[in-house]
């Protein structure tokens, strides 16, 4: 396998992980604030998600390119610009989603989890999209 597409790999492997620990953390975080308006409940979920995404997602990319110090900070700015430009498209989508949901009478971390799953989806697709552009792992 070309070395470009391991890296691709990489790329989506930790981002998938990272919005594993997110999901995880934000439907938690939905439940205990299920007796608040429908956009706090909102708010905060998302708020909670990138704390963990985000923390999960620098520690795993840090562990996958420790080794070469000469070129990760270079390497975490790329990173974090093509992933930069697809994170306010899953910010709009989620929050209008989860919302939606929640004024029709969803359950909270049903609601928290259906605008996640559907964030991430159109994420995915863009953040992949985005960095090819960009040429994040050149040929």
Not at 50 to 73: C, E, M, P, Q, V
Not at 121 to 130: L, S
Request: charged share 15%.
């Amino acid at each position: 396998m070309k070395p470009k597409y391991v890296e691709i790999l990489k790329l989506n492997k930790t981002i998938i992980i990272g919005a594993i620990v997110g999901i995880t953390v934000s439907a938690i975080s939905a439940q205990s604030f299920a007796g608040q308006e429908e956009y706090l409940i909102t708010t905060y979920t998302v708020i909670i998600e990138y704390a963990g995404f985000l923390s999960t997602l620098f520690l795993l990319f840090y562990l996958d390119n420790r080794k070469n110090k000469a070129t990760f900070r270079a390497d975490l700015v790329k990173f974090f610009s093509s992933i930069g430009i697809s994170e306010v498209i899953y910010i709009v989508i989620r929050w209008i989603v989860s919302y939606y949901l929640l004024i029709v009478d969803y359950d909270p971390s049903v609601a928290t989890l259906v605008s996640q799953l559907v964030g991430w989806a159109v994420f995915m697709v863009a953040v992949n999209v985005v960095a090819k552009k960009l040429r994040l792992y050149k040929s």
